[in-house]
């Protein structure tokens, strides 16, 4: 009963809004509505629901998983990597920072330049957004590996190789899904930025379209749309980290905790 | 080939004397549609193909409407494969198309004369092959039950909706000017690309500067009532000049000579097709680019399609003078350095119908 609750509230919380913003839209009677109300954006998205559903959504769906997916090897790649050797750490630290910093706009003409009109720019955009989170949340993981069981470990003669495989990359693990569901909340975001640059398809070049024909109830559906799958991408990291974690989630722990996790 | 292009050219005469008489045209269609009976391919019969079987990319500047067209035509009725070219069409985004073309990773691209006319100020090697519009066909435009504009004297004092080029200026100074005015007390306010008409509908800015044949028609259609100043019925004050056209880069002119005139020719079959066929060549564009509003692209597809040749020889032809007035417009203006060589900018040698 508990839990039903629980899951029900985020649901009439969005539910209230999509009222009020129902209402505040249908009170704008001026012939130039600003912000549609959610029955014609509802009403755009299943007129042109063909089109989402067999090459836009995939499109972007493809563009981020894909780009995830390369996020989150290069993420613990480079946390492993910076874990390994603190002065390549201090050298490259800022240098993921900078990453972070360069408008797109500046960066798309080289990367068609590199990578041509394929989906090779998108997911290098997806990438770029989301490796980041990843790799910090994992290096901070590393780091607070309890030193006892360091110690332990060591006392009991473990190698260095033993002792990340099976002490440090473990404990860095909730801290690794914690950057993940950071990264997986930008990266939908990420790749309509990516199609911003050029794109025959997805999401992002749906928008861009709908804003060029003045179609603004169409311009809200990708809107929506990313919402949505932004947070069914989150709740897929939250089940995954379920399944991978369960020591983490072990009903000990979680009589220790206010909130047993994020779901 | 030579009797479906009679037979093509035939039924074009008919459809533009019957259209002729059926629509209530404004003077600017009634004009274009008595003297387009020069024939768009310029005679030509035959058409150039590639050397060997090419893949080429066109770049579009902006997302697909009616200025494109021929490309689309092209495309679906197959000309681009009779030229034994691939050609795939690229979409725009936050990437300068005269960038993309000049280093090659586009071999062609649809451009406008002021963004050509900057590039090759800034020696950015690339050259219009075609104009795909004879006349500007934009203007400045506000509510009618705002701001009713009669003659440029009427933008004094408004403001004007800015996406950011340095044309702007020197256009709205040129138009006040010839009407006795100062384009001082305008105020620009940068809205980027953003939606002007619920803008313009809240007063955040009076007046902008659009493309008649798609944003004109498209306020028609949403309900507003817009006062359009076109800008080729100012051609004392300010010049007229070709938006858009078709670039290629400089390597691709002098290395690849028979692809660029092979696709510069099925790019022409395109546009002298949807000429005659707007509606049809609405259909294809549709088809391509589904989520477009079917009604904005028919209508506009028709009001385009007598301005696409107008009373030029043939489609996609230019003239130096077109080139060196404009330069020469934006240097006086100070907009501009230096005057580009005109010549060098443009050629018609690909056309079909030879030079």
């Given amino acids: 009963m508990k839990s039903l609750y629980r899951a029900l509230l985020p649901v009439a919380v969005l539910l209230l809004t999509v009222v009020i913003w129902q209402v505040l839209a249908n009170a704008d009677t001026s012939h130039a509505r600003v912000i549609p109300p959610p029955s014609e954006v509802l009403e755009a998205l299943i007129r042109t629901r063909e089109t989402l559903l067999t090459r836009h959504i995939p499109q972007t769906m493809t563009e981020t998983l894909i780009g995830m997916a390369i996020a989150l090897a290069l993420g613990v790649l480079i946390a492993a990597l910076l874990d390994f050797s603190p002065l390549l750490k201090r050298a490259v630290y800022p240098l993921l920072v900078i990453s972070q910093t360069i408008p797109i706009v500046a960066l798309a003409p080289v990367l068609i330049l590199i990578f041509g009109f394929g989906i090779e720019p998108k997911v290098v955009v997806v990438v770029l957004f989301c490796f980041f989170p990843i790799a910090v949340a994992t ?6 590996t309890d030193p006892d069981l360091v110690a332990l470990l060591r006392a009991m003669g473990a190698s260095r190789q033993q002792i990340w495989r099976k002490v440090r990359m473990p404990s860095a693990l909730p801290s690794l899904f914690s950057g993940l569901r950071i990264a997986a909340t930008y990266s939908v975001t990420g790749a309509i930025f990516g199609e911003y640059v050029t794109s ?3 999401l ?6 709908a804003f060029s024909s003045g179609n603004v109830a169409q311009a809200f559906v990708p809107i929506v749309l990313t919402s949505l799958l932004s947070i069914g991408l989150v709740a897929l990291v939250a089940l995954a980290e379920r399944l991978a974690l369960p020591w983490f989630y072990t009903t000990a722990r979680e009589a220790h905790w206010e909130e047993p996790g994020i779901y | 080939m030579k009797n479906w292009l009679i037979l093509i050219l035939a039924a074009g005469l008919l459809l533009i004397g019957a259209a002729g008489q059926a629509q209530a045209v404004g003077p600017l269609q009634a004009q274009a549609t008595a003297a387009a009976t020069a024939d768009p391919l310029g005679g030509a019969t035959s058409f150039a193909k590639a050397d060997k079987a090419t893949s080429v990319n066109v770049m579009l500047d902006y997302t697909p409407n009616t200025n494109h067209l021929g490309i689309y035509v092209a495309q679906a009725m197959g000309f681009y494969k009779d030229a034994n070219l691939t050609v795939a069409i690229q979409q725009p985004g ?3 198309v005269e960038q993309i073309v ?8 649809v451009s406008y004369e002021e963004q050509a006319t900057y590039s090759r100020a800034s020696n950015v090697p690339i050259v ?3 104009a795909i519009i004879q006349h500007n066909t934009s203007g400045f435009a506000a509510l009618h039950d705002k701001h009713p504009l009669k003659s440029p004297a009427d933008l004094v004092g408004l ?10 200026k020197p256009m709205l100074d040129a138009l006040t000017r010839c009407a006795g005015k100062s384009a001082e007390t305008i105020q620009f306010i940068d809205i980027g690309f953003t939606e002007p008409l619920p803008l313009m509908d809240k007063d955040r800015i009076d007046f902008v500067w659009l493309f008649y044949g798609w944003d004109g028609i498209r306020a028609a259609q949403q309900g507003y009532k817009l006062d359009f100043l076109m800008l080729k019925d100012y051609t004392n004050c300010v010049p007229d000049y070709y938006t858009p056209l078709l670039i290629t880069n400089e390597d691709m002119i002098k290395n690849q000579p028979d692809v660029v005139r092979a696709f510069v020719q099925a790019t022409a079959r395109g546009y002298a097709y949807a000429i005659q066929h707007p509606d049809e060549a609405a259909d294809m564009l549709l088809k391509a680019a589904p989520d477009l509003d079917p009604k904005l692209v028919k209508e506009s597809a028709v009001w385009l399609a007598p301005q696409f040749q107008a009373e030029a020889p043939r489609w996609g032809e230019q003239r130096a003078e077109i080139w060196q007035g404009f330069s020469e417009f934006m240097v006086k203006n100070g907009a501009l350095k230096t005057n580009i060589d005109a ?8 056309l079909p119908g030879g030079k």
């Fill in chain 1, 204 to 209: 992002g070049q749906y928008l861009r379209s």
């Fill in chain 2, 102 to 109: 000049a280093t090659g990773k586009a071999q062609f691209g």
């Fill in chain 2, 94 to 96: 936050d990437v300068q």
């Fill in chain 1, 200 to 202: 025959q398809y997805g």
């Fill in chain 1, 139 to 144: 290096i901070d993981g590393l780091t607070a």
């Fill in chain 2, 128 to 130: 219009s092959v075609a």
């Fill in chain 2, 343 to 350: 010549q060098a900018a443009f050629t018609n040698e690909f």
């Fill in chain 2, 159 to 168: 403001k004007y909706g800015s996406f950011g080029s340095p044309i702007e």
